[in-house]
């Protein structure tokens, strides 16, 4: 069984610029969860997603959205990027089922953005 | 709102010896999910363990256990025999009605 995949893994923009990640989740997987991880700020909630709608979202500016597909497959863009937007973007899948309490969360390796 | 607290920057332990690593946090959903995270240096979040709210147990999962106490809301994860491939960043972590929360992390490094 596939784990999670995000692509790319590596990706250096420049201010200014916009760009998407994409994720895809473990097969059968409805939930798909994006965070921000830097060494200051430690792990944050981007936003998830579940069936196509977004049904949470953390506390980060309009620049960051997002979306999912019929499929489960997820994509994350951030536009007009700051200096402060380079970190580890890591996107996690979930059955996502009504008992959030016990839906494990299955991470991919990630995609370091670096914005120079 | 929930949040998590781990207060131990980094531990270093020998090799085959036990290590816990400290968890504590606060929430108001009467039902929650508690796991815990291993991060090497690449980067990948590893799933560990995990302990539900009403579970009577305490979850353990080969080397790894999760001493849950509820009433203390310390999930402490304890791994049994250090090996040198645990060296890592590990993370606790909480998911109740919403989102999963993280602790900001601990660095354990196991010494031969």
């Known amino acids: 069984k596939a784990g999670v995949t995000q692509t790319p893994r590596y990706l250096i923009k420049t201010r200014g610029q916009q760009v998407t990640l994409s994720c895809s989740p473990i097969?059968?997987?409805?939930?798909v969860s994006w965070y921000q991880q830097t060494p200051g700020q430690g792990l944050q909630f981007l936003f998830e997603?579940?069936?196509?709608?977004?049904?949470n979202k953390g506390n980060f500016p309009g620049r960051f959205s997002g979306r999912q597909f019929s499929n489960s497959r997820s994509e994350m863009n951030v536009s007009t990027l700051e200096l402060g937007d380079s970190a580890l973007y890591l996107c996690?899948?979930?059955?996502?089922?009504?008992?959030?309490?016990?839906?494990?969360?299955?991470f991919g390796q990630g995609t370091r953005l670096t914005v120079v | 709102a929930q949040k998590i607290t781990q207060t131990q920057p980094g531990m270093f332990v020998q090799e085959k010896e036990a290590v816990t690593l400290d968890c504590t946090y606060d929430?108001?959903?009467?039902?929650?999910?508690l796991f815990w995270y291993k991060q090497p240096s690449s980067g990948e979040m590893i799933f560990l363990i995990y302990?539900?709210?009403?579970?009577?147990q305490n979850a353990t999962e080969g080397r790894y256990s999760l001493n849950f106490q509820k009433a203390r809301k310390s999930a402490n994860l304890v791994i049994s025999a250090s090996q040198l491939g645990d060296s890592a960043m590990y993370f606790c972590?909480?998911?109740?009605?919403?989102?999963?929360?993280f602790g900001k992390g601990m660095k354990l490094t196991v010494n031969p």
């Open positions: 302990q539900g709210s009403y579970d009577q």
């Open positions: 972590a909480m998911r109740g009605r919403s989102k999963l929360v």
């Open positions: 929430t108001s959903d009467p039902s929650y999910g």
């Open positions: 997603y579940f069936s196509e709608t977004q049904r």
């Open positions: 097969s059968g997987h409805r939930s």
């Open positions: 996690a899948s979930s059955l996502g089922g009504q008992n959030l309490g016990g839906a494990e969360a299955f």
